[in-house]
């Protein structure tokens, strides 16, 4: 059998990001309208900073504008919730993503639940789960839409399907469920309680891996052919003593099995981000009252 295809998310996402510059720039010249994205970091973790500075630099490649707010990690609640608030009111600001995740002291969902819903570019507050569990107009949670473009650009239709979700997080693996199933597919969710995994990933045509496990799913729980989207990141010490980045699926042996599959990195990983720009003009555009597209 010859190896699986692999998905590169680097250039979708680098073609995605050309297309949203063009649009932003279209907005600009017809509607005199420029979007922007408020991206707040509290405290100092080195992985949330360059994944927020990242954040910020492909937001102005777009021509979009960027609002940087960092804050100390010992901010009181009250006081990171009167930013969002500042930011609600701001005109100029047409998506607010608060980098997760946020001290102990603070709790996550109050603040999520701050944001102005049609400012959520992350796709996380309830409002914005709702409509997407319901079928209705809402913002998508940006790396299970990245999962989705590539899937589709993948596999075309998806209907009939049978899809494995393995992780059950609020960020990934339930908004994905939602939109495999949307798509038509036959969805099961997995985790870590789940009995049998390897055979309830070998009836599976598609792979969604976002449990946070490195190299967790085997070649010998694939269906050969399946297309396999990995979403995990884990930095290991691998044996020979380097450190590098591997995702949730074993990947050389996947590589061997699937029909398809995302590297880590240079898979999913970049769609992210691609998606957060798209979340913000899309957000821009209907805070504005502009059709999109
Ligand atoms: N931390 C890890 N992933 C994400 C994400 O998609 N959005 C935010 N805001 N924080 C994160």
Redesign the pocket.
Known sequence: MTDARLIDGKTFAEKLREKIKRRTADLKATDGLVPGLAAVLVGEDPASQI?VRNKEIQCVEAGMSSVGRRLPANISESELLATIMEFNAEPAVNGI?????LPDHIIAKNVIEAIDVTKDV?GFNHLNVGALSSGEEGLI???PRGCMLLLEDTLGDLTGMNAVVVGRSN?VGKPIAQLLLAANCTVTIAHSQTQNLPDVCRKADIIIAAVGRPRMIRGNWIKPGATIIDVGINRITDEKGKTRLVGDIHFDEAIKVAGAITPVPGGVGPM?IACLLENTLIACCRQNDVEEE
């Open positions: 994944y993503l608060v980098q997760l995740p992350d949670p940006c790396t960020i992210t």
